[in-house]
């Protein structure tokens, strides 16, 4: 069965970037959707941006447009999450989630949906 694990976190720089990454074990995610979550202290846990990897669309938060991309490898077997311009209200730890299939279109940030989740990864933005 396909495992999550989220790595790529650390410290960064308000305008820098980092590039978190979503590795799979035991499959492969042709069929699925990954979805990056995070959660900061004291706040509420928020879908940040999703990949279809079957249907090769992608999602973002309003908050990250433009400023984040999301990926998968050839092999589809790593999601990356790319993030430039990052902001101190970027902090949070980090999570990737998985489902598979996942036709649900603009539902995609209900956490509830996700039956394969990976432990966080730090993301710290400061000066």
């Known amino acids: 069965e396909v495992q999550l694990q989220a790595s790529g976190g650390g410290l960064a720089q308000p305008g820098g970037s980092l590039r978190l990454s979503c590795a799979a074990s035991g499959g492969t995610l042709d069929y699925w959707s990954i979805t990056w979550f995070r959660q900061a202290p004291g706040k509420e846990r928020e879908g940040v941006s999703s990949?279809?990897?079957?249907?090769?669309?992608?999602h973002y938060a309003d908050s990250v447009k433009g400023r984040f991309t999301i990926s998968t490898d050839s092999a589809k077997k790593t999601v990356y999450l790319r993030m430039d311009s990052l902001k101190p209200e970027d902090t949070a730890v980090y999570y990737c989630?998985?489902?598979?299939?996942?036709?649900?279109?603009?539902?995609?940030?209900?956490?509830?949906?996700?039956?394969?989740w990976g432990q966080g990864t730090l993301v710290t933005v400061s000066s």
């Open positions: 989630a998985g489902v598979s299939p996942s036709p649900f279109g603009d539902a995609w940030s209900r956490s509830y949906l996700y039956d394969v």
């Open positions: 990949i279809n990897n079957y249907a090769g669309s992608t």
